[in-house]
Nanobody, 125 residues
């Protein structure tokens, strides 16, 4: 069973930056598609970003050019660097992973389900 440690959430003013980290143990992390999705009250859950085992990435249109996903397989950690944050980025952010998929995307991982409880990001205007 996967065990996860999340960090990096918090409150920031619009235009600021945050970096989320998700460290997963108990799975063959290096072979997984891993990534992030988010959920905020009154809005649909949205796949944010994902990174395949080979390093290829995908992003939601709403975060392209502002967010960057990366991974460190030795540390079994996936990161989400969030820059130029906007109030509409406020949400609970969840990380997730899956060992085999032809569609490594935030939307796919949203359907797979979260690892852990999520971390809250609040962006004030």
């Amino acid at each position: 069973q996967v065990q996860v440690v999340l960090s990096g959430g918090g409150s920031v003013q619009a235009g600021g930056s945050l970096r989320l980290s998700c460290t997963a143990s108990g799975v063959a992390f290096g072979t997984y598609c891993v990534g992030w999705f988010r959920q905020s009250p009154g809005k649909e859950t949205e796949g944010v970003a994902a990174i395949e085992h080979d390093g290829s990435t995908s992003y939601a249109e709403s975060v392209k050019g502002r967010f960057a996903i990366s991974r460190d397989n030795d540390k079994k950690t996936v990161y989400l660097q969030m820059n130029s944050l906007k109030p509409e980025d406020s949400a609970m952010y969840y990380c997730a992973g899956d060992p085999m998929t032809l569609d490594c995307s935030g939307d796919y991982l949203m359907a797979v389900g979260a690892w852990g409880q999520g971390t809250l990001v609040t962006v004030s205007s």
